[in-house]
């Protein structure tokens, strides 16, 4: 990890604000452009909506009903991509749709739809789409509600299980770039100069106060865009909104007998919205979404009763045998989309979920980014820097007097994006299937934690192995977990920008999404930090007790009753620490 206050004796080409999956990924391009740069975060990397997605990497077969040729097209382009430079995060995934008699879409517009899918993404590493007869269908997955049912489509996207630590890599990537990454710094003001923005930053942590200056700053605080917007000094700030969020919640589920083999994507009875019943890894199920508009701030949102009831709804619909019921529930989770605005006459689920750089009208240099998926960051991130690089040789050449030609030139150069080709830090091998089953072969005991070190790693597994051999006492296993050693909570301070407890247990190790939220193992794993980062007895109780509040927002199953308390006397959400 670079030096944190390295940044302040510089100077600065870029400052991000906001580490979220997008800001990350503009970061990381700037970065490996050769943009001295600066990515901040008032809390962590992908502590905002980053965290709260379905996690699909896909095209997006509705957006063809609007007809998003350009969103489907990029979107499966940076599916193909990502499942080679980031192996390790992001797997090919399987999809049925099944057509009921129900769906309000034609079985036949969503065959044209995969069809187009299919042919939208020439040489995909993944198979094409295959239509299923019902019979085929029901003995494929047998749990699931026959009346009505006509067939289905088996096609298939991509799954970052891990989509937290995707946006860690990229960081990671901006830093071995030679470039600064700083969580727990918000960007509280920003004043244009003559030649410069002048930042206002405060660290969230200690509390302290700095100013800095950048040549152009990028605005990819997703929600909280108009926020950060709102602190610019000295201009006019009566602009419409850029960003009209929309809540999305999701429920994750114990498995349940017959838990289907496939992600299935299915048409709501209720209101004809997708729904997304996706099976993980450790068999629990994740089921989702939903689209509120709800006014407050979106780092304070959590799942409602009535979403959970009509998830609930919906999935027993879909899968009558499996019967679920609140009792099923470990999680939940919500986020903000950051949507670009519309007017509330306009349904959340018509607003395009394609992506944009806004230039900031009256302060040259700034620009906001609004919309994108977790799918589409690395491509965001590309066009934001292009219009930073662009922006950065017009004001060079004016000071220089650089010919139009000569613009042109550095345009050109600017124009070629290292992302495209460049593995995350995670994905550096030549044959990923090769390095994984080495991997696993070496130490065939430890079959489970070679798994789950690889999943979460990629070849940075590597790392924690070198830990262990400098330092054998890391090689101990985080109490009250099977699998995690005390070297990944090393790496997750020392290299990985972690700062506190959350950031350590859920964006890094990854420890919160169990029916308990990972509050039996997060006292060890405070300790492990507070040997590391020299925390006193007091420093470990605020962070226990700010994990407890952070993880009260997704209503963990082990907090029921306490959540029912709390109710019962009246006391209002628990707000997540953001
Ligand atoms: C329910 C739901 C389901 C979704 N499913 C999918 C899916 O399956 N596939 C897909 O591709 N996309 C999906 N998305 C969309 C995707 O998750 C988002 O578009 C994406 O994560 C937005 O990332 P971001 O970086 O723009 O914003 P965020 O992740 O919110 O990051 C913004 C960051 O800015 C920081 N910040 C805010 N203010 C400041 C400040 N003043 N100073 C410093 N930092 C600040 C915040 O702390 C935050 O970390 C889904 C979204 C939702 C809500």
Known sequence: MDDP???LDRQLDLVVIGAGINGAAAAREAALRGLRTLLIDKVDIASGTSSASSRLIHGGPRYLEHGEIRLVRESLRERELLLHTAPHLVRPYALLIPFYAHNRRPAIALRAGM??????????STPRHRTLSREELVTAYPSIERRGLQGGILYFDAYACFAERLAVEQALDVCAAGSSVRTHLAADGITAGSTALELELTDGLTGSAMTIQSRAVVNASGPWVDDVLAGVCGVDDSDRPLIGAVKGSHLV?????ESPATGIHYEAQADARPILVL????GTVLVGSTEVVEAGDPGTLRCSDEEIDYLLTETNRLLPAASVNRGHVLQSYAGARPLPYQPATVRPQDVS???SVVPHPRVPGLFSLTGGKLTTHRALGELAVDRIVDHLDTQRSRRRGLTARERAGLRRRAACSPTRATPLPGGRTADWAAFATRFAQRDPLNAGKGGRLLSLYGVRALRVDARIS?????AAVVVGTDDVAAAEVEIAVTEEFARTLTDVMARRLMLSRTADAGLSVAPAVADLCAAILGWDRQRIATELSAYRSWSEALRPQSLATSDAERAARGSGAESRRS
């Open 470 to 474: 400098a330092d054998p006492k890391l």
């Open 279 to 282: 099976p993980q890894a450790d």
């Open 5 to 7: 206050e390295n940044f």
């Open 115 to 124: 069809l187009a899918y299919d042919v939208l993404s020439p040489g995909k």
């Open 253 to 257: 589920l114990a498995g349940f007998p």
């Open 353 to 355: 979920r394609d992506h």
